[in-house]
């Protein structure tokens, strides 16, 4: 990551801790929560460390957003990389956050999904018959929608093909291997995500023949070095705004994003009595915990909440 840009958290110290233990998107994640957090509870575009410790009015202005251990989290951990943080501070810090966890926890276990939310739902047949029509419609080379559909169609066997990640590995993937992005590897049929949401964690994802030929035809077709290119510029990747609207789009304007589609595959795993090991195997996969399983990706589950 670049040190000398111009992000709202400008001291030295704290960038090079943070880039110890974060991968870039992730530190840009925390940055605009900071930023966030200064403009809204202290009514400054200045970052100043001492603004950290002021824990009462931080705890109050947290509990106002939608995950409030994850944005408190990124504050305790721009504090903790401070040349000299105070251990009070840092106790405290802990304690909350602790607190936060756990309520955020009980919050969600099991939380079932709302009208609306059920309203915007497509089944896993639904999605096979969708991507059935895009094998028809990339047969036309000369359409001006054709780099559009070779991408919706790859999307759509990304998602019924593998166990769903999450939005920023696909657009993040290069068939380059290069240190900044993940790294699939047509040879030996394998992504490679270089990272979570810590630096230097790696899994190793195979592709089943199906999805490896679509990927093959696309990159063929398309003529990108990465998985998911803008539509535009073929030579940059679509970021994560663009790639939610662009997902959208596929279902004809339906909010059916990549976190939903990755919800109605856990809740359909868990209606088909999946045992122990095979979703302990597709968390892994995914890329979160077995609690997170049950606590996030659980609400559209019949059996759960017949």
């Known amino acids: 990551m670049d040190l000398e840009n111009s992000m709202f ?147 759509l066997y990304l998602y019924t093909e593998l166990p769903p990640l999450r939005s920023q590995d696909y657009i993040n993937t290069k068939y380059i291997d290069e240190d900044e992005f993940n790294f699939m590897d047509l040879e030996n049929s394998i992504l490679k995500i270089k990272g979570g949401k810590v630096q230097n964690s790696i899994r190793n994802i195979e592709i089943p023949t199906e999805l490896l030929e679509v990927i093959k035809q696309t990159k063929r077709n398309v003529k990108s070095n990465f998985l998911i290119p803008k539509i535009r510029d073929l030579n940059s990747n679509m970021k994560n705004d663009t790639f939610t609207h662009f997902v959208n789009n596929i279902f004809g304007g339906k909010k059916i994003s990549s976190t939903k589609l990755r919800n109605l595959f856990v809740s359909d795993l868990i209606d088909k009595n999946a045992n122990a090991n095979t979703r302990k195997n597709i968390a892994k996969t995914m890329g979160h915990s077995i609690d997170t399983q049950n606590s996030v990706y659980t609400k559209y589950s019949k059996v759960l909440h017949n």
Not at 74 to 95: F, G, H, M, N, W
């Open 9 to 155: 958290i400008n001291d030295g110290h704290i960038l090079i801790n943070l880039n110890k233990k974060y991968k870039s998107s992730s530190i840009k994640t925390i940055q605009s929560r900071v930023r966030n957090l200064y403009q809204n509870a202290f009514n400054t575009y200045k970052f100043k460390l001492s603004y950290l410790e002021k824990v009462d009015d931080i705890l109050e202005y947290t509990m106002t957003q939608a995950s409030a251990s994850s944005t408190f989290n990124s504050y305790y951990q721009v504090y903790k990389a401070s040349r000299d943080p105070k251990q009070e501070i840092l106790e405290e810090y802990e304690t909350i956050l602790k607190e936060l966890k756990k309520q955020d926890k009980e919050q969600n276990t099991f939380k079932e999904a709302s009208a609306e939310e059920q309203d915007n739902t497509i089944t896993k047949d639904g999605l096979i018959k969708l991507r059935n029509d895009y094998d028809e419609l990339i047969k036309d080379t000369k359409s001006k929608n054709f780099i559009k559909n070779n991408i919706r169609r790859l999307v």
